[in-house]
């Protein structure tokens, strides 16, 4: 079977994940504030753009046009994103929902959690995770059936001093068939860390820096 992928647009990103995001799936980049999550989405976005109209859905205010200028977008690429901000988790559903509809060749979530993490509590826990996985199903039947790429975004909390879980837990990392960790190590300097992936080994690392025009390698430092 031939697996398609869409370039990030950056050589390291693309050598990380043997040419970029693979079609058909969804991918989650998860990682704590500052570590590089919008910035891949916005890349991705830029990438995709080529190809026909972008589903931009962003739950936090995190898409900066200046941002998307700075890494090589023009005015006229905005045209072709449908941008959505969902307010609350059921405003969030619906647009979801709306997906199935759109003739995009990419659909972009930042982030799928952060709505949820507002609104859960011990009442509703049972229900909002079930409006959760519906979600992530809804995302994974549509990356299938229109086969395009779904980017999904993911806060964590930390379990202890040096372990971290994904907010959604289980039913995140069951529904997104490519999983990224992304760290913050100093200033711009970023880890990325492959932990799921359908055809590449897990534990891939790379080291990349956040940049005025995008993301690039990051340079070889003696100290
Ligand atoms: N022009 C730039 N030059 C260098 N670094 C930049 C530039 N623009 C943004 N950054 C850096 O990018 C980082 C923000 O990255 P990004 O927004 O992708 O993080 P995130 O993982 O989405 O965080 P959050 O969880 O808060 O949404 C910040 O550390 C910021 O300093
Ligand atoms: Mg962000």
């Not at 993911?154 to 529904?175: F, P």
């Amino acid at each position: 079977m031939l697996i398609e992928r869409l370039s990030s647009g950056t050589k390291v990103i693309d050598d990380f994940l043997n040419g970029g995001i693979e079609r058909g799936v969804i991918t989650n980049f998860y990682g704590p504030p500052g570590s590089g999550k919008t910035n891949l989405s916005l890349l991705f976005t830029l990438s995709s753009l080529k190809n026909g109209d972008v589903a931009y859905i962003d739950t936090e205010n995190g898409f900066s046009t200046e941002r998307f200028f700075q890494i090589g977008g023009k005015k006229e690429d905005l045209k072709k994103i449908l941008y959505e901000n969902p307010t609350n988790f059921k405003e969030q559903i619906k647009t979801i929902q709306k997906l199935r509809n759109l003739n995009v060749k990419l659909i972009v979530v930042d982030s799928i959690v952060s709505l949820y993490r507002l609104e859960i509590n011990k009442e509703n826990f049972t229900e909002i995770n079930r409006d959760l996985a519906k979600q992530l199903a809804a995302l994974s039947f549509i990356a299938k059936d229109k086969k395009i790429p779904v980017v999904i975004t993911n806060q964590v909390y930390s379990v202890n001093s040096d372990e971290i879980e994904l907010s959604g837990r289980d039913i995140v990392k069951y529904w997104s068939k490519c999983l990224v960790e992304l760290k913050k190590i100093e200033d711009n300097r970023r880890l990325a860390i492959l932990r799921k992936h359908r055809s590449l080994p897990e534990g891939r690392k790379v080291e990349f820096e956040i940049t005025n025009s995008g993301i690039e390698k990051a340079k070889f430092r003696i100290f």
